[in-house]
């Protein structure tokens, strides 16, 4: 499918094409641990080695222009991120998705390719998937803790303010949802926080109140972003 199609042409002050298209791809395996500022640089250095046209801004220091709509922490995989570009020259999505899984380095898949739909503010929430195993406690009793530990009516966690100083915080408002089962012998959490530019919940802060307040450290710890939603419960797109 064209770019052009169906879609009004944009330009920019000097009249070059600028065609806006949002990427949605995933950030697993070693990726997970590339900071956003690397993330990046690696797909700047993609889209030079295949050769998308990607328009740069203008002025003193022209910069390939790149937004991403929720910047994953450091060691969190990520099923449905998404970079939004524009392009100075029309082409298809396919021929985009093709050229930059042909550049991009291990566990940087891209899934589509398409038209720019809600803006980043629409991001209302995510679904985390989080894999356990812990020494001492089989995957029943770690589920079990779980369940016990999501209910109460308080979950008071410690987290860092803008001055960078521990600050207590009752997180149990933000749990949107969540469910625990055993799956292949490991305990999985599926949970749904806050996300966007008002408010982010890292499941960290969860993942580490859960080990103090039960004194155990876990063996396996996998934290999986599986869903970027809208308010309505849509997902982002």
């Known amino acids: 499918m064209s770019l052009t199609s169906g879609m009004k042409?944009?330009?920019?002050?000097?009249?070059?094409?600028?065609?806006p298209i949002r990427v949605f791809f995933t950030k697993t395996g070693p990726s997970k641990?590339?900071?956003?500022?690397d993330l990046m640089?690696?797909?700047?250095r993609a889209i030079r080695r295949a050769g998308v046209p990607i328009w740069y801004t203008e002025g003193f220091n022209p910069h390939p222009?790149?937004?991403?709509?929720?910047?994953?922490?450091?060691?969190?995989?990520?099923?449905?991120?998404?970079?939004?570009?524009?392009?100075?020259?029309?082409?298809?999505?396919?021929?985009v998705k093709k050229r930059l899984n042909g550049a991009l380095c291990e566990g940087?898949?891209?899934?589509?390719?398409?038209?720019i739909g809600e803006k980043a503010t629409?991001?209302?929430?995510?679904?985390?998937?989080?894999?356990m195993t812990a020494d001492d406690i089989d995957a029943e009793a770690l589920c079990a803790a779980w369940e016990r530990y999501l209910s109460q009516d308080a979950i008071i966690v410690q987290k860092k303010n803008k001055k960078k100083q521990l600050v207590d915080m009752d997180v149990k408002p933000h749990v949107l949802d969540y469910a625990v089962n055993v799956q292949d012998?490991?305990?999985?959490?599926?949970?749904?926080?806050?996300?966007g530019?008002?408010?982010?919940?890292?499941?960290?802060?969860?993942?580490?109140?859960?080990?103090?307040?039960?004194?155990?450290?876990?063996?396996?710890?996998?934290?999986?972003?599986?869903?970027?939603?809208?308010?309505?419960?849509?997902?982002?797109?």
């Open 9 to 19: 042409n944009v330009v920019d002050i000097q009249g070059t094409l600028c065609l």
């Open 33 to 37: 641990y590339m900071s956003h500022l």
């Open 41 to 44: 640089r690696c797909m700047t």
């Open 65 to 95: 222009f790149m937004t991403f709509a929720l910047p994953l922490s450091l060691g969190t995989s990520g099923l449905c991120e998404s970079m939004d570009v524009r392009l100075t020259e029309d082409m298809s999505f396919e021929d």
């Open 108 to 115: 940087i898949e891209v899934l589509s390719v398409g038209y």
């Open 122 to 131: 629409a991001i209302h929430s995510a679904v985390y998937g989080v894999t």
């Open 185 to 195: 012998d490991c305990a999985r959490l599926q949970i749904r926080l806050p996300a």
């Open 197 to 237: 530019n008002n408010l982010n919940v890292n499941p960290n802060i969860l993942i580490k109140g859960f080990e103090q307040a039960h004194g155990l450290t876990f063996e396996r710890c996998e934290i999986v972003r599986e869903k970027i939603l809208t308010e309505s419960g849509e997902e982002f797109k």
